[in-house]
């Protein structure tokens, strides 16, 4: 038979210091005790255990009275939801879309691990994006522990296993230096300089546009990267992409050069600065987005994101030996794992040059480069 949570059913408890059995339950969120009996009355748990059941209140009680996940989820949006204006849009989206319709009318408590995993794999939908439903849900679990709807215990959502989630459904794209040569021919400014600067230092999109001119530090070479946009302006992803990063002698004077022609070139304006909005906001990424993959087509390098010159960055920080902890605080991770697993993959002969060298020590006993076929 299945046992009932125990947030339903309570707990038996000895008190040492007043020699008495206590039963323990939450009840409508607040911790509620019983007393059952001396230890001369029970002298064991299980007697006093049974004895009990006459305090114990239907198993439903408490999730009648506990309110809906809708309700929860409400309260979640005002005192916990993050600030982060891309963070907070991504999380409606899971809520609108997929939780709330399923489980809007449902209590916590119903979100079980079983019947969650059961309800993911029904989905139609990219194992990662079944990670963040999950980590969600898990989100407003804690949420309700820490608010005492239910008692503090194991979150359900740890044992929900995803099939597929640590694999990607699309390869992320790195571009051959020959490739991004013929991708910026075809673009004019200032997206060329945008891609340019993605690419050079590694930048998300959202960081590249919320760039003003006084981010830039001329004298000593150096560039600040500290905010992003995603439709608003805001903080940068995490605190560790929150970083002043060297700029190279050239860059830096391509920088000048668009300064010099850019409609907008004052210290508090926007370094890619849109004319459509007289300088307001600077160029959205839907348009750059656009421009990207036209230019794209033309070079006959195939589709790619914004986010491809991030992971070209990556690989070319491999082509020329950086070392990986170099790597890291160039890409800007917290984790140097993210670095090391999810950026770059081998977009030129290094793996060849590498294994050509390894099989000269293995048949000639040297180092030297060997003439490769």
């Given at each position: 038979?299945k046992?009932a949570?125990?947030f339903?059913?309570?707990?038996?408890?000895?008190?040492?210091?007043?020699?008495?059995?206590?039963?323990?339950?939450?009840?409508n969120?607040?911790?509620?005790?019983?007393?059952?009996?001396?230890?001369?009355?029970?002298?064991?748990?299980?007697?006093?255990?049974?004895?009990?059941?006459?305090?114990?209140?239907?198993?439903?009680?408490?999730?009648?009275?506990?309110?809906?996940?809708?309700?929860?989820?409400?309260?979640?949006?005002?005192?916990?939801?993050?600030?982060?204006?891309?963070?907070?849009?991504?999380?409606?989206?899971?809520?609108?879309?997929?939780?709330?319709?399923?489980?809007?009318d449902s209590?916590i408590?119903?979100?079980?691990?079983?019947?969650?995993?059961?309800w993911?794999?029904?989905?139609?939908?990219?194992?990662?994006?079944?990670?963040?439903?999950?980590?969600?849900?898990?989100?407003?679990?804690?949420y309700?522990?820490?608010?005492?709807?239910?008692?503090?215990?194991?979150?359900?959502?740890?044992?929900v296993?995803?099939?597929?989630?640590?694999?990607?459904?699309?390869?992320?794209?790195?571009?051959?230096?020959?490739?991004?040569?013929?991708?910026?021919?075809?673009?004019?400014?200032?997206f060329?300089?945008?891609?340019?600067?993605?690419?050079?230092?590694?930048l998300?999109?959202?960081?590249?546009?919320?760039?003003?001119?006084?981010?830039?530090?001329?004298?000593?070479?150096?560039?600040?990267?500290?905010?992003g946009i995603?439709?608003?302006?805001?903080?940068?992803?995490?605190e560790?992409?929150?970083?002043?990063m060297?700029?190279?002698?050239?860059?830096?004077?391509?920088?000048?050069?668009?300064?010099?022609?850019?409609?907008?070139?004052?210290?508090?304006?926007?370094?890619?600065?849109?004319?459509?909005?007289?300088?307001a906001?600077?160029?959205?990424?839907?348009?750059?987005?656009?421009?990207?993959?036209?230019?794209?087509?033309?070079?006959?390098?195939?589709?790619?994101?914004?986010?491809?010159?991030?992971?070209?960055?990556?690989?070319?920080?491999?082509?020329?030996?950086?070392?990986?902890?170099?790597?890291?605080?160039?890409?800007?991770?917290?984790?140097?794992?993210?670095?090391?697993?999810?950026?770059?993959?081998?977009?030129?002969?290094?793996?060849?040059q590498?294994?050509?060298?390894?099989?000269?020590?293995?048949?000639?006993?040297?180092?030297?480069?060997?003439?490769l076929?």
């Amino acid at each position: 038979m299945k046992r009932a949570p125990r947030f339903q059913t309570g707990s038996v408890v000895f008190d040492k210091r007043r020699k008495t059995w206590n039963f323990l339950q939450w009840v409508n969120g607040k911790r509620r005790s019983h007393r059952i009996g001396t230890l001369q009355e029970f002298p064991t748990k299980g007697a006093a255990w049974r004895a009990s059941k006459a305090v114990l209140p239907s198993p439903t009680a408490s999730v009648r009275n506990a309110s809906t996940l809708s309700s929860l989820v409400e309260a979640y949006r005002q005192e916990k939801m993050p600030q982060r204006y891309s963070t907070r849009l991504a999380y409606e989206a899971w809520i609108t879309n997929h939780i709330l319709p399923r489980w809007g009318d449902s209590v916590i408590t119903e979100l079980q691990a079983r019947p969650v995993e059961l309800w993911l794999s029904t989905l139609d939908i990219s194992p990662k994006s079944k990670v963040h439903i999950r980590g969600l849900i898990g989100r407003l679990w804690e949420y309700a522990m820490w608010r005492g709807d239910v008692p503090t215990e194991r979150n359900p959502m740890t044992l929900v296993t995803i099939k597929g989630a640590s694999k990607r459904t699309r390869q992320p794209r790195n571009l051959t230096v020959e490739e991004f040569q013929k991708f910026v021919q075809h673009l004019g400014e200032p997206f060329r300089t945008i891609a340019l600067v993605c690419i050079c230092f590694g930048l998300r999109i959202s960081e590249a546009l919320a760039l003003r001119w006084c981010d830039v530090d001329w004298l000593n070479g150096r560039l600040k990267v500290e905010r992003g946009i995603v439709r608003h302006v805001g903080d940068v992803k995490t605190e560790h992409s929150r970083r002043q990063m060297s700029i190279d002698r050239e860059l830096l004077e391509l920088l000048k050069v668009w300064k010099q022609t850019a409609p907008f070139p004052a210290p508090d304006d926007w370094m890619f600065a849109s004319p459509v909005q007289l300088g307001a906001l600077p160029w959205s990424y839907p348009w750059v987005w656009r421009v990207f993959q036209r230019a794209a087509s033309e070079a006959g390098v195939g589709k790619l994101s914004t986010h491809s010159m991030r992971h070209t960055y990556r690989s070319w920080l491999d082509a020329v030996g950086t070392p990986i902890a170099v790597q890291q605080k160039l890409m800007r991770h917290a984790d140097i794992r993210t670095t090391m697993n999810v950026y770059g993959d081998v977009v030129t002969d290094e793996m060849h040059q590498a294994s050509s060298k390894v099989a000269g020590l293995a048949l000639n006993g040297s180092l030297t480069d060997r003439k490769l076929s």
